[in-house]
Antibody, heavy 118, light 107 residues
Framework: QITLKESGPTLVKPTQTLTLTCNFS??????????VSWVRQPPGKALEWLAV???????RYSPSLNNRLTISKDTSKNQVVLTVTNMDPVDTGTYYCAHRTTAGAIDVWGQGATVTVS | DIQMTQSPSTLSASVGDRVIITCRAS??????LAWYQQKPGKAPDLLIYRASVLESGVPSRFSGSGSGTEFTLTISSLQPEDFATYYC??????????FGQGTKVEI
């Protein structure tokens, strides 16, 4: 059974850097085709894709936040970390990490971590 | 970037209705499209991937079709538990992924 869980601060100040950790189980990030993605959702608004890291350490970022995002993995700890620099109140929302299948889609999501910038 | 445009933004329907949600991509994404259902306070659930493949455990009243730039999600007979917000997402490996803006299905 695949599970993912996000952890990190619930409150950050403007201009600070947010670091979120995704701890996962039930799969390995060395398996060909597998990835972990981050998606966020401001209160009452749509989902916004942020980044993905693949089994081969390839990374993709949302162009609108590209210069503020860094995604990395630690396969020995089954962890993926997302950092977002220069946080702003508009970055407030729920941040999800999710499993990307070998078929390409996201099939399992974490419960989400709520982050407030104030 | 590939932009995804869903229509309608809000849909009013009744139990038993056939519901169709459309998603258009700003350029061809082949069949690299997924549909998700999200209920308030919950993470999204995968319904459809590769445009038309039903995720395991998802009721057969849900179906997806399309390729290239035009896609649809159809709910053949709306059930009370289907009132939710639906998102399409393109996951073309050569482009950043993007979600549509969502379609809220309400009574």
């Amino acid at each position: 059974q695949i599970t993912l869980k996000e952890s990190g601060p619930t409150l950050v100040k403007p201009t600070q850097t947010l670091t979120l950790t995704c701890n996962f189980s039930g799969f390995s990030l060395v398996t060909r085709g597998v990835g972990v993605s981050w998606v966020r959702q401001p209160p009452g608004k749509a989902l916004e894709w942020l980044a993905v890291i693949y089994w081969d350490d390839d990374k993709r970022y949302s162009p609108s936040l590209n210069n503020r995002l860094t995604i990395s993995k630690d396969t020995s700890k089954n962890q993926v970390v997302l950092t977002v620099t220069n946080m702003d109140p508009v970055d407030t929302g729920t941040y999800y990490c999710a499993h990307r299948t070998t078929a390409g889609a996201i099939d399992v999501w974490g419960q989400g971590a709520t982050v407030t910038v104030s | 970037d590939i932009q995804m445009t869903q229509s309608p933004s809000t849909l009013s329907a009744s139990v038993g209705d056939r519901v169709i949600i459309t998603c258009r991509a700003s350029q061809s994404i082949s069949y690299w499209l997924a549909w998700y259902q999200q209920k308030p306070g919950k993470a999204p659930d995968l319904l459809i991937y590769r445009a038309s493949v039903l995720e395991s455990g998802v009721p057969s009243r849900f179906s997806g079709s399309g390729s290239g730039t035009e896609f649809t999600l159809t709910i053949s007979s709306l059930q009370p538990e289907d009132f939710a917000t639906y998102y399409c997402q393109q996951y073309n490996s050569f482009s950043p992924w993007t979600f549509g803006q969502g379609t809220k299905v309400e009574i």
